[in-house]
Nanobody, 125 residues
């Protein structure tokens, strides 16, 4: 069983930055990802990472602005978010799975079976 706890959300203005953190216990699985869900919208994959190979995937909407990373020694996964926009406003969730199903990490929620409780990100113009 894996437990995931997110932190680092908050409120910023357009163009600002935030770094989300996800603590994984007892350790980080092979596949980790960040998803987000805005009110009335479906959960959307934002960024994903294979912790072994370092392979990453990003949604087109965040490429060049968001960076996913991890620190295995600290059992932490991060999402650095720069140049934030109002449309980035959502609840952000950390997700993980022990399996690597594809050549690149997936942004589909069906591949992940461990989820955190979420941290709110609000970007105002």
């Amino acid at each position: 069983q894996v437990q995931l706890v997110e932190s680092g959300g908050g409120s910023v203005h357009t163009g600002g930055s935030l770094r989300l953190s996800c603590e994984s216990s007892p350790r980080i699985p092979f596949s980790v990802a960040w998803f987000r869900q805005a009110p009335g919208k479906e959960r959307e994959g934002v960024a994903a990472l294979y912790t072994g190979s370092g392979s990453t995937s990003y949604a087109d909407s965040v490429k060049g602005r968001f960076t996913i990373s991890h620190d295995s020694a600290k059992n932490m996964v991060y999402l650095q978010m720069d140049n934030l926009r109002p449309e980035d406003t959502a609840m952000y969730y950390c997700a993980a799975a022990w399996s690597n199903f594809n050549s690149t990490p997936s942004l589909l929620p069906i591949f992940y079976n461990y989820w955190g409780q979420g941290t709110q990100v609000t970007v105002s113009s």
